[in-house]
C-alpha cells in the first residue's frame, strides 16, 4: 500500500484562484474510506469517487457509501453523482 502524505500535498496546492482543468479520481478502500481522510481529499480536489466491491462485506460496503456523503455534507463541496 502507497504511503502518501495529504498534508504536503495540500501546503503545496496552489491558492490563486485558478480552476484545474483535471479531475482527480480517488477509489476508496481501507486507507481512505474514513471521513476524515475523504475531507482531506475533497481538500486536495477530489472529483470523482470510486467504489471496488471486490472485497469486504456489505456493512463495510454500506459505510463506504456513506462516508463520502458524511464528508461531502460536512465540507459542503459540491462532488456530483453520477451513474
Same mark, same amino acid.
Given at each position: 500500500?502507497?504511503?502518501?502524505?495529504?498534508?504536503? +500535498?495540500?501546503?503545496? =496546492?496552489? !491558492?490563486?484562484?485558478?480552476?484545474?482543468?483535471?479531475?482527480?479520481?480517488? *477509489? #476508496?478502500?481501507?486507507?481512505?474510506?474514513?471521513?476524515?481522510?475523504?475531507?482531506?481529499?475533497?481538500?486536495?480536489? +477530489?472529483?470523482?469517487? =470510486?467504489? !471496488?466491491?471486490?472485497?469486504?462485506?456489505?456493512?463495510?460496503?454500506?459505510? *463506504? #457509501?456513506?462516508?463520502?456523503?458524511?464528508?461531502?455534507?460536512?465540507?459542503?463541496?459540491?462532488?456530483?453523482?453520477?451513474?
Amino acid at each position: 500500500m502507497a504511503n502518501i502524505d495529504i498534508d504536503r +500535498i495540500l501546503k503545496e =496546492l496552489p !491558492n490563486d484562484g485558478r480552476v484545474p482543468k483535471t479531475k482527480i479520481v480517488c *477509489t #476508496l478502500g481501507l486507507a481512505s474510506q474514513s471521513v476524515p481522510i475523504i475531507e482531506k481529499l475533497l481538500k486536495a480536489g +477530489i472529483n470523482v469517487v =470510486l467504489f !471496488n466491491f471486490s472485497h469486504g462485506n456489505h456493512k463495510y460496503h454500506q459505510e *463506504t #457509501l456513506n462516508n463520502p456523503r458524511v464528508a461531502i455534507a460536512k465540507y459542503q463541496h459540491p462532488l456530483r453523482r453520477h451513474a
